[in-house]
């Protein structure tokens, strides 16, 4: 059991403790459950308001969209830094008001009794339960996948646990509990995301040094109108991403109830100042982690191999079978490999010692397709599951050479160059090729460049750890900094949560390579 | 300035700062907020008065 578990399971159980701490007053009346009996202050409204708010997003999507889309992703940031001074200026005193008045414990029961109409909960009740399923859903989802990433516990018991605290504390002291349970959240999720992104600086050199080394990739991620630049720019995005988390989230049932169980209306006042601050602190950094992932993890995600710039680089994209000998019970290794070629230097220098083989030297992290390998050779790649891969093995026995299989496990690795006796053979010394980990017997060891160049990858080597992979590296960019310890506990991301990635990566790549 | 153009200095620096100049100004007109403690208090106590007849009209007229 690692640390980061040790922390989860202390949090959930100081989670789980609030809503034991708050039973009390869950179980007094249906005001007590549901709006904790109107007694928060400032502090817990504003953080409770901004951290149910925030969501799942901020931590998977937020980072990731701006790994794609540069300082562009920041438009969504700009709006939300306001949503929740927007949301109390505007509704927080009057629902707190009018729900009190009204004796409206719900946003539907205010809105029935505000506009009395028997279809108003007729209407707004079926509305409302359909969007907050999918909006929960995907809440209980980003929870189980950040605890799957996080302990390495399957997918399905993370979630359940995930979901299992969530509902145990908030059937115990309802909003009370939920909304304890989100100060607490909002407090931890500013120290985490604060922590990483003073990390992120330290370890990329400022964050001056880290913009430069982001525009060494694309000058255009450095600007706010996309990686395509200026002439392609998307206003509607841009206004869309601005107005979506500054109004799009006033009047939401969450956030209602948080004006509703204010202790007094004017706690609204006070609490828009901890939510401007909380804001101010919290929303930008992991848009800026993120476009500083591009220099620390710059194969955190990879390219389709179609999408890469330059065809010639595609040329590296080797698809072979290999036919192992060894027998191994009933089952042949038969493993399809492909290996690609991702372009531009991969964090040479000294990076975290190869976690399968132990050493310790220079490497080189690159991109590993793989069309076909057998489940232990995802030890190299850091995996612990069996690919999600779409044919059996016992496909590739009735030798069809020209089927053509789009890779669908990707991950990283780290090649130690040690391990690529190839580099350099080829006469532009600006393109090496580095073959790897694997081996397999390739029936074909070249393949013809269309700009005349071969690139030789692998010949022999062990016929039974394939995972055959190459990459392209190219010395036009200036030697990355050290690459942080903490890339060392990054594994490869898992294969089924690669399914479907962004074709936008292609856009973070230079035009004019 | 941090290695990025102005124009992106610019808006992520200036966007923020209109919603902190939002949020002052926000405060400062909502100061008189708190004086309607005391009446919700007032109101709150055994006999003091009818709720729900002055309230609705101050809550539909917010300062923000």
């Not at chain 1, 009794?113 to 209980?140: D, E, G, N």
């Not at chain 1, 407090?187 to 922590?195: D, E, H, N, P, T």
């Amino acid at each position: 059991v690692n640390i980061e578990t040790w922390f989860l399971v202390i949090y959930f159980v100081a989670m789980a403790g609030i809503g034991v701490a708050t039973l009390k007053m869950g179980n007094r009346d249906s005001e007590g459950f549901l709006l904790g009996g109107r007694s928060l202050g400032p502090a817990v409204t504003a953080l409770r308001l901004q951290s149910s708010s925030m969501s799942g997003y901020m931590f998977l999507g937020a980072g990731s969209l701006a790994y794609t889309k540069g300082y562009f992703s920041l438009w969504y940031a700009m709006g939300d830094i306001g949503g929740g001074v927007l949301n109390l200026s505007i509704l927080g005193r009057r629902m707190r008001k009018l729900s009190q008045i009204l004796g409206s414990l719900t946003s539907i029961e205010y809105l029935e009794h505000r506009y009395p109409s028997r279809w108003i909960r007729a209407i707004a009740a079926p509305i409302a339960v359909a969007c907050i399923f999918f909006y929960v859903m995907t809440q209980f989802i980003a929870g189980g996948r950040g605890l799957e990433m996080v302990t390495g516990i399957p997918y399905a018991w993370a979630l359940l646990i995930a979901v299992g605290v969530i509902v145990f504390y908030t059937f115990l002291g309802g909003y009370l509990a939920v909304a304890y349970t989100d100060f607490v959240q909002a407090i931890i999720m500013l120290i985490g995301m604060l922590w990483i992104l003073i990390g992120t600086m330290q370890a990329i050199g400022g964050w001056t040094a880290g913009n430069d080394a982001v525009g060494q990739i694309n000058p255009n991620l450095l600007t706010m109108w996309g990686p395509d630049g200026l002439e392609s720019v998307q206003w509607g995005v841009i206004i869309g991403a601005v107005l979506v988390f500054s109004i799009g989230y006033l009047g939401w049932p969450h956030v209602n109830v948080s004006h509703m169980a204010m202790k007094r209306p004017s706690v609204a006042r006070t609490a828009s100042m901890y939510a401007t601050g909380f804001n101010l602190l919290f929303i930008p950094a992991p848009y800026i982690v993120g476009v500083m992932a591009l220099i620390l993890l710059p194969t955190l995600e990879q390219p389709r191999t179609r999408g890469l710039p330059g065809r010639r680089y595609r040329a590296a994209g080797l698809r072979r079978r290999h036919r192992h000998g060894r027998h191994h019970g009933r089952d042949h290794v038969h493993c399809r490999c492909a290996a690609a070629a991702v372009g531009h230097d991969r964090q040479p220098g000294p990076v975290p010692p190869l976690r399968q083989t132990g050493h310790d030297g220079p490497a080189v992290r690159v991109d590993l397709p793989v069309h076909r390998a057998h489940p232990r050779d995802h030890r190299l790649l850091g995996r612990r599951q069996r690919p999600a891969l779409g044919r059996r093995s016992r496909d590739l026995r009735h030798d069809r050479p020209r089927r053509r299989l789009r890779p669908r496990l990707r991950g990283s690795g780290l090649v130690e160059e040690g391990e690529c006796p190839r580099r350099d053979r080829l006469d532009d010394p600006r393109h090496r090729v580095l073959g790897g980990l694997a081996a397999g017997r390739p029936r074909r060891q070249h393949r013809h460049r269309p700009d005349g160049h071969r690139n030789r990858v692998l010949d022999a080597g062990d016929h039974h750890r394939v995972a055959g992979h190459a990459a392209i590296a190219s010395g036009t960019r200036p030697r990355p900094r050290r690459a942080p310890k903490e890339t060392e506990k990054i594994g490869a991301i898992p294969a089924h949560m690669l399914a479907g990635q962004n074709d936008a990566l292609a856009g973070q790549l230079p035009k004019d390579v | 300035m941090f290695g990025l153009p102005a124009a992106t200095v610019a808006i992520i620096f200036g966007i923020p700062a209109i919603w902190v100049i939002y949020t002052l100004v926000f405060v400062y007109l909502s100061r008189g907020w708190k004086a309607e403690n005391v009446a919700e208090d007032r109101a709150r106590l055994p006999g003091g008065g009818d709720e729900s007849g002055g309230t609705v009209a101050s809550a539909n007229g917010g300062t923000a």
